[in-house]
């Protein structure tokens, strides 16, 4: 059984920096995508990147030049580095892999609060 553990929420000010990790225990080979969602209080949960097994991204409008998303394919985890923190970024931050064959995989999710 192949799950998703997140790891690097937490409290940041505005302005500040986090990192974001997803791990992939278990057999997990045919990962081809992944990506990071997040739903913030009272919001519909959104894209807000995502990377091919080729390194091509996709970023949300709203986060684009202030997050990367990267993978270490030989770890099957995959990395969110967040900057510039706006209140606005505010949200439970999910991360999901699709692998094929296989579907997809959705981890349990991890609190980005952005305050002073």
């Known amino acids: 059984q192949v799950q998703l553990v997140e790891s690097g929420g937490g409290l940041v000010q505005p302005g500040g920096s986090l990192r974001l990790s997803c791990a992939a225990s278990?057999?997990?080979?045919?990962?081809?995508?992944m990506g990071w969602y997040r739903q913030g209080p009272g919001k519909k949960r959104e894209l807000v990147a995502r990377?091919?097994?080729?390194?091509?991204?996709d970023y949300s409008n709203s986060v684009k030049g202030r997050f990367t998303i990267s993978r270490d394919n030989a770890k099957t985890t995959v990395y969110l580095q967040m900057n510039s923190l706006q209140s606005e970024d505010t949200a439970v931050y999910c991360c999901?892999?699709?692998?094929?064959?296989?579907?997809?995989?959705w981890g349990q999710g991890t609190q980005v609060i952005v305050s002073s």
């Open positions: 999901t892999m699709t692998r094929f064959p296989g579907g997809d995989l």
């Open positions: 278990g057999s997990n080979s045919n990962v081809i995508n």
């Open positions: 990377i091919t097994s080729g390194g091509n991204t």
